[in-house]
C-alpha cells in the first residue's frame, strides 16, 4: 500500500517536474532569442560607433611610415657595424650613437638634419642631427643655461599653520639639503597658463592687444606680486611682452 502511494507521488511530483523542466527550457530558449536579438541591435549599434571610425589611413600614409621604419633600421644596423659600406663612427664623444651616419643621399638616408624623418631613439639621441647636436632633447643631459643662476632667498622655515620644517631662519634655494619655504613656488607656471584678472602678465596681454600696435593699452603692465612687493620678474615678463609686441 506504501508503495502503491510512493509511486503515485513520485509519478505526479515527476510529472511536475517535467512540466516545470519544460516551462524553464521554453522560458530558457525565449530570452535567449531576445537576448541574440538584443546583441545583434547592440552589435549593429557598436558598430557605428567604432573608435577611429572616419580615421582614413591612405597608401601613401603606409609608405611614408615604412619609409621612417627603414630609416631606423638602417641606423640599427650602422650601430650593429653590419651596414656595408659604412665607416667607422668618426666622433664617437660627440656621437656615441653615429647620428650623422643617417644623414646623407642614400635610400635610407635623410637628406638634410633639418626634416622629420626617421623615428625616435629611446632615450631622445638623434632627434637633433645638426652636427654635434646628438644629445640635444635627449635624456639625462644638463639644460643649458641662458644667464647667470641667480638663486633667491625663500621664507622662514617656521610655517604657519605647520610649524618649523628646518632649523630656524630663513630658506634659500641656495641650499642642496632641508627644505626650501616657497609659498609661491610655481609662480612660472602659473603666469604662463593663469589668463584671469589675477596674472597682471594676463592682463598687460589683454589691455595691449598685438593687433593694435601704436596703442598704449588700457591696462599697464603691473610689475608687483599679489604681496604687492617689487618683483624683477614681473618686470621681466613686461619688458619681454614689449619687446615680442615691437616685433610682430
Not at 82 to 110: K, R
Not at 137 to 144: E, K, L, M, S, V
Not at 148 to 168: C, M
Not at 195 to 213: K, L
Request: proline fraction near 8%; hydrophobic fraction near 40%.
Amino acid at each position: 500500500m506504501k508503495t502503491r502511494i510512493f509511486n503515485r507521488i513520485f509519478r505526479v511530483s515527476y510529472g511536475k517536474i517535467k512540466i516545470g523542466l519544460r516551462t524553464s527550457m521554453f522560458v530558457m530558449v525565449m530570452l535567449s532569442i531576445l537576448m541574440s536579438s538584443v546583441g545583434v541591435g547592440t552589435a549593429q549599434v557598436s558598430a557605428a560607433n567604432v573608435v577611429g571610425q572616419g580615421f582614413t589611413i591612405t597608401p601613401s600614409d603606409l609608405a611614408f611610415i615604412l619609409k621612417q621604419i627603414k630609416i631606423a633600421e638602417r641606423h640599427s644596423r650602422v650601430l650593429a657595424g653590419i651596414e656595408p659600406g659604412v665607416p667607422a663612427n668618426p666622433n664617437p664623444s660627440t656621437d656615441p650613437v653615429y647620428c650623422q651616419s643617417m644623414i646623407g643621399l642614400g635610400e635610407d638616408q635623410i637628406a638634410s638634419p633639418l626634416l622629420a624623418f626617421g623615428l625616435r631613439t629611446v632615450d631622445g639621441m638623434c632627434n637633433n642631427l645638426q652636427p654635434g647636436q646628438a644629445a640635444f632633447g635627449a635624456a639625462d643631459q644638463t639644460f643649458p643655461r641662458l644667464a647667470t643662476p641667480e638663486f633667491r632667498t625663500a621664507e622662514d622655515s617656521n610655517v604657519p599653520g605647520i610649524g618649523p620644517v628646518g632649523p630656524p631662519g630663513q630658506t634659500s634655494y641656495e641650499q642642496t639639503s632641508g627644505s626650501v619655504v616657497d609659498s609661491e613656488p610655481r609662480m612660472v607656471s602659473n603666469l604662463i597658463v593663469d589668463q584671469t584678472s589675477a596674472n597682471p602678465a594676463a592682463v598687460a596681454a589683454a589691455g595691449f592687444p598685438v593687433r593694435s600696435q601704436g596703442n598704449e593699452g588700457v591696462v599697464p603692465c603691473i610689475t608687483v606680486n599679489r604681496r604687492n612687493q617689487a618683483d624683477p620678474l614681473l618686470l621681466v615678463v613686461c619688458l619681454n611682452m614689449e619687446l615680442s609686441l615691437s616685433r610682430t
